[in-house]
């Protein structure tokens, strides 16, 4: 809309009518048609039973969809195993975008004394309370890293 209204301001409510229709108008991967398609059909006289199988295939590719890209986004989660007895490093996950030093997100090593259901673990301390963190900031992968364990 910018590109289009260029010269005056005035020109915004001249064009929104223009914008909508190319909204309505524009191909939708996840419905696999126009939303205009789906509200009024493809012509004027379009029969009620057609418009709702079209609704209803709109329907399906959206659940296809969806499948698609639930499936993608599990794929791309590690399935993290915790043990009790397993040495872990905590990152510190809080964004600091200008430190001004050098130092490691990592603080521990902590034991795993406790796994709870969705990856929740309880770690502990030689000289502190025992908490409960979440096992995406936990690193269990440390063979080899520290050899003063």
């Known amino acids: 809309m910018k590109a289009v209204c260029v010269m005056t301001w005035a020109e915004w409510s001249d064009k929104l009518d223009d914008a909508f229709s190319a909204f ?65 490093l905590l990152v510190n996950s809080r964004l600091e975008i200008f430190s001004g030093k050098l130092k490691t997100r990592w603080s521990g090593p902590f034991t795993i004394t406790k796994v709870f259901p969705y990856e929740t673990v309880e770690l502990s301390q030689p000289n502190g309370p025992n908490f409960k963190v979440n096992g995406h900031r936990v690193n269990t992968t440390l063979e080899g890293m520290y050899h003063s364990w």
């Open 24 to 88: 309505c108008t524009a191909f939708k991967t996840p419905i696999g048609c126009t939303p205009y398609k789906l509200t009024a059909g493809d012509y004027p006289k379009l029969q009620l039973n057609e418009l709702n199988e079209l609704r209803e295939k709109a329907y399906e590719n959206s659940l296809i969809y969806k499948e698609r890209t639930k499936n993608l986004y599990d794929s791309k989660i590690k399935n993290r195993i915790f043990n009790v007895g397993d040495r872990a």
